[in-house]
């Protein structure tokens, strides 16, 4: 004869507590980066949010961050399927004008910050590419 025990844990104490500060908000980010005088940007906020809404590209930047909208799945099934195809491919296909090469997943990237003539500020960019062509040599 078998006999199955069972083993309840007790684990209803309180957890040990965390040196670990909560996470600034991106508000509390965006402050600390302007009291720096860094302007952090991402491409995909200049091609797309200032194009669309001036107002809403400052306010997005200044704290009041427009909600964010679901990204249709045909467009990301289209890109997907972009990438499939391009990705491990030569540059060369792409324009037979390009350096040799080949085609990447794109990943993220972050510049360094730039210095703004006639201010004080520097500015930076930082996101995600949809992809990178890895050229064979420099130049």
Known sequence: ????????CSASAAPAPSNKRPRPSVFERRQADLAERVLKLSP???TF????CKACFWHHYNGR????TAFPKVFGALDNAQKEFFVGRSVKEVSRSLPAGVIER???VK???IAVDGTDYRVQFSGDTDTILRFSRAG
Not at 1 to 8: A, C, G, N, S
Not at 65 to 68: E, I, L
């Open 111 to 113: 510049s360094e910050a």
């Open 44 to 46: 995909s906020s200049l």
């Open 49 to 52: 949010l200032y194009d669309e």
């Open 1 to 8: 004869m078998t006999t199955l025990t069972t083993h309840t």
């Open 106 to 108: 794109g990943r993220r």
């Open 65 to 68: 961050p427009r909600p964010s």
